[in-house]
């Protein structure tokens, strides 16, 4: 596919891309063909069980990993070709917020130091006074007031919460075009939770911020990404991509509905019509050593046919539904095995 440019091109845009690991003389298929873009002021949810390549997904998407197939662009220029002023830019605009900010954080660097250091690198404050002037505007966004009580302290004297707070307000120092939020409100307690992601609203909609969101919880995507799209990743793999209130009200997938059925559910006789389970045949996830035949989803799939055993799905659009789904089932319909 020929490199896009000028002002229709995405804001980050994966074509194809894979990652492949090798551990002890195996492949490993973290990612395989993936193929996502996010344009400025969008918020795009990455949703999956531990394992399904969400993070890797980000890593390659921030630049952090480089794919053994495919290609990332940004503002439509290859990752690989940038020149270095362009890979300057690309570096600012672009942030990742870690999942576990116990290992994130250096634990030899207070507060300020944290959030100074980009601040000072990238020219965006220059005397002492705009740097702690800075620094507690970065604390009072993130709700660690009053910010003179946190800027010198140290990571381990602040609980978990506290510390992922700090690694967004890092994420946010250098006014970024786009922000990779990693599970970054995981750790939160659920009115800073809230108030977090009201806030990535904001900038999303006054700052043309766009966003890849990951997150294991569609409760979360709901919230966040209601105007948004939402990914549902299986094994490496997109298995329904879509707008999100389609995602939620219409899922198409057999995985997107397990994953909506393990959404808690307060009322009882409601929680109670559930399926046990999701309605999954197992709740074992195949190894990336040792991936089923056909459609890796197979093994735990209430839906599955023997076509499903030796054919693996593409991505299409569902009949009657707003979104691409990798299920031959949904798609394909008029070939069941019961017409057959």
């Known amino acids: 596919m020929p490199e896009t440019t000028g002002s229709t091109a995405p804001l980050i845009e994966l ?21 996502l873009s996010v344009d400025e002021g969008e918020v795009l949810c990455l949703v999956g069980e531990s394992g399904s390549g969400k993070t890797t997904t980000a890593r390659l998407a921030a630049g952090l990993a480089a794919p053994t197939g495919g290609a990332v662009r ?6 690989q070709s940038m020149t270095r002023a362009e890979r300057h830019e690309y570096r600012r605009a672009v942030q990742y917020i870690h999942q576990d900010p116990y290992a994130s954080l250096n634990p030899i660097r207070s507060v300020r130091s944290t959030l100074s250091i980009p601040l000072r690198k990238h020219g965006l404050a220059h005397s002492a006074a705009e740097v ?91 919230y966040f990404a209601w105007e948004g799209r939402t990914a549902v990743m299986y094994l490496g793999k997109i298995v329904e991509v879509g707008p999100t209130p389609q995602i939620i009200a219409n899922p198409q997938h057999p995985y997107t509905r397990a994953l909506l059925d393990a959404v808690p559910e307060p009322d009882p006789e409601l929680a109670a019509l559930k399926k046990p389970g999701g309605g999954l045949l197992s709740a074992e996830i195949p ?27 593409q991505l299409k659009p569902a009949p009657g539904a707003e979104q691409d789904v990798a299920c031959m089932v949904v798609t394909d319909p008029a070939s069941s095995e019961a017409s057959a």
């Open 74 to 79: 940004f503002r439509g220029k290859d990752l």
């Open 15 to 35: 074509d194809t891309v894979s990652q492949v690991f090798h551990a002890k003389g195996q492949d490993l298929p973290a990612v395989s063909g993936v193929s």
């Open 132 to 222: 702690e002037q800075r620094v507690d505007e970065l604390l009072t966004t993130v709700d660690l007031t009053p910010a003179e009580s946190y800027r010198s302290k140290f990571p381990h004297q602040l609980s978990g919460g506290q510390r992922q707070r700090v690694s967004v307000a890092r994420g946010l120092t250098l006014n970024p075009k786009l922000l990779i939020a990693d599970e970054s409100t995981s750790m939160l307690d659920v009115s800073i939770r809230v108030s977090l992601l009201n806030m990535f609203t904001r900038l999303r909609k006054e700052e043309g911020v766009g966003f890849i969101y990951i997150t294991h919880d569609l409760a979360l995507a709901k």
């Open 287 to 313: 190894s990336l050593a040792a991936l089923p035949s056909g459609c890796a989803f197979h093994p735990r799939c209430p839906l599955a046919q023997d076509r499903c055993r030796t054919s693996s799905p």
